[in-house]
DNA sequence: GATGAATGAGAGTTCATTCAT
DNA sequence: GATGAATGAACTCTCATTCAT
């Protein structure tokens, strides 16, 4: 591939997250990608083969990218165990709060009727299996509770700072809107922490 | 309204419902609903105006629907505060299981760019007060931790419920897909249940 | 159907067999089609169901045109039993003159991938079984030769007046063109009187 | 021109052949002829200048082809004018029957409403002459029916022989479909001949 | 000689909506 | 109350062709 391509390529990608993050597969043209790509609506035809294989394109990128970011998350060590609940959910939200794209796809991809969230099959998290085993050590040491698994710890911690973002218009709705501020988010992340631990009788 | 109106206006607010959940808002098209509800297109303009209106209408209904059947809520008693988390818990897993179009709706409500979640806001939740007087009175008898305030109490249960349902196409990529089944998820709520209080002291 | 619709109907199947008539089936735009018939180009689509199906229509329609026009066909009586191979090519070379459309959509229809052709399997021609009939009386009374069948006598009937329009301009590049002039039909017809009939033993 | 660009020329040109035969000029894309040929997209534009002009070599190029193979018609002689009309129509029958390729470009080139045909201007048919020369012989010796000329002659021939194939397709919706076997065929093919000449008193 | 990148026009089809009956 | 007819804009995708490398 050219130079030129490649920059081509490269707009219309950037152009489509933006898009589909914002309106979703449905309420996204064609024409309007190519548009804001400044690129000949073939292009995109030529590169990505259509419509849904750049959606999907689209979400595989974004969430490389925060896979990428996550790798921070591997310089936990054994000493800051105590905070890594706190370490993670600050973690979470940061990357929420900056990549509105990621959690936006992600929800589009689950709702849509194609399954575009099959091209994530062979997607890996790494920093996963790192945690996992600082969470068991954790467990060992008595810091973390030994009848609550990693999957249901790291699902919590990852359901709260999702649907915080996600959810946060017809949350504010039904629940007390102050929830939604700086202040609100930080109070809930410090809340949260008491609740996913370290142990509670641990800290007296 | 007649009684022939009526019936043609709930048709179409059942298929709407239906329909939208299922491909979104820019996913579903005035024809089709018009053709699930065996109704002339424009009976939809006659009773709801356009078809933003005939989605903020669906929207509201299953809402309502939920509200109503959250209303069960309001038999816990005094004497059962050490099992409402897992009360609590059990229905709102059992009620997303039953209304994916609740869930569902909701998920396209808050990604559109079209304020359609506005007209949730005069929706109030009777349940929500009701738990909180009870939660506040956990609190006072060392059942519920008291630095952790309800408002954080139940939007965590509520993160878990819903995300478990909603994401539950791309994070079966990520996370240990036995999480997804039966099994799994009455797990899920004893270890959440473990999380989210009573206080773990307590229990000794 | 509303009368205004029918008309609609009526003015976009005139105009879809005048244009695939003229460009084939690839070769002619609804958009055309549309103008032509001065309506909106989605009337097409919910009056035909789309290109293919209205393709296929004006086919039968020519069709059905032309087979009403050869029922004077059933007017030869047997006492005209000598001249009707005259009367038959006479006959269908002036309807193929007449109507180029009729000819030209057969052409398109046995050339198309697309089996457009399979639209007229339930089109009956009531003229065959009648003349069937007549050339087997004739047959009988020594008019036409017995060893040859009615079937290759038709074949060739309708072989010579249908490639006399279809094959002409590549068929003028081979053969003297003055076999295309007004003349040259006639003369055609003449000799070819001779050789399908009556038998020209007995015309000694 | 190089060798390698001669190759490159012939596959173009065997691919066009394949192509255009098969779904006609409108129908036949130039992507997908550089696609089949294995070439790229602007080696047809600089070898043959357009998709028009590829049009009409890939025509040319089947009809010398063919006219070469009727040359074995010039093996005629003196001696076999009785078989003459059979010998002629089963050679026909067979090249159409081989070289499908012939009367379908042939075909869309005298639909279509660009002049493809002009290009076969210049193209002479050796045999023509030759036979026509055997059938005046033919016509003295009292073999064939004085009062029809040569053009006549091979006119039927000729068009019993293309319409046989080209309007198979809505012919065994009107005809008997037997027709179309190849026992019909032969049948076809004997019952001409009866037709065409000799002339039967002189088989009697 | 050959390839890859790019283009603008136009293809077939469906959209949400309004008007007439 | 309900239906059928009609519209114009928008949709995804492909066309034949040219330019740059």
Same mark, same amino acid.
């Given at each position: 591939?050219?130079?030129?391509?490649?920059?081509? /390529?490269?707009?219309?990608?950037? !152009?489509?997250?933006?898009? =589909?993050? @914002?309106?979703?597969?449905?309420?996204?043209?064609?024409?309007?990608?190519?548009?804001?790509?400044?690129?000949?609506?073939?292009?995109?035809?030529?590169? =990505?083969? +259509?419509?849904?294989?750049? =959606?999907?394109?689209? *979400?595989?990128?974004?969430?490389?990218?925060?896979? /990428?970011?996550?790798?921070?998350?591997?310089?936990?060590?054994?000493? !800051?165990?105590?905070?890594?609940?706190?370490?993670?959910?600050?973690?979470?939200?940061?990357?929420?709060?900056?990549?509105?794209?990621?959690?936006?796809?992600?929800?589009?991809?689950? %709702?849509?009727?194609?399954? =575009?969230? @099959?091209?994530?099959?062979?997607?890996?998290?790494?920093?996963?299996?790192?945690?996992?085993?600082?969470?068991?050590?954790?467990?060992?040491?008595?810091?973390?509770?030994?009848?609550?698994?990693?999957?249901?710890?790291?699902?919590?911690?990852? !359901?709260?700072?999702?649907?915080?973002?996600?959810?946060? /218009?017809?949350? !504010?709705?039904? %629940?007390?809107?102050?929830?939604?501020?700086? @202040?609100?988010?930080?109070?809930?992340?410090?809340?949260?922490? *008491?609740?996913? +631990?370290?142990?509670?009788?641990?800290?007296?």
């Amino acid at each position: 591939m050219q130079k030129r391509a490649l920059e081509t /390529r490269g707009r219309i990608l950037a !152009s489509a997250v933006k898009l =589909f993050s @914002k309106s979703g597969y449905h309420g996204t043209s064609v024409d309007l990608i190519a548009e804001k790509s400044a690129c000949n609506k073939q292009r995109i035809y030529a590169y =990505f083969g +259509g419509k849904a294989a750049l =959606f999907e394109e689209s *979400l595989r990128h974004v969430f490389e990218e925060v896979n /990428r970011s996550d790798e921070v998350l591997m310089n936990i060590t054994k000493d !800051s165990l105590p905070d890594m609940t706190g370490i993670i959910l600050r973690h979470y939200f940061s990357v929420h709060k900056a990549h509105p794209d990621f959690w936006r796809l992600i929800s589009w991809a689950n %709702l849509e009727d194609e399954p =575009f969230h @099959k091209c994530l099959k062979d997607i890996k998290e790494k920093s996963y299996s790192y945690l996992k085993k600082l969470y068991g050590e954790g467990q060992s040491a008595g810091i973390f509770e030994r009848k609550v698994s990693f999957e249901v710890y790291i699902f919590t911690i990852m !359901s709260i700072s999702f649907i915080y973002y996600s959810n946060r /218009r017809t949350l !504010s709705h039904s %629940l007390d809107e102050k929830l939604f501020t700086a @202040k609100g988010a930080e109070n809930l992340i410090v809340e949260a922490e *008491l609740l996913l +631990g370290p142990c509670r009788q641990q800290m007296q």
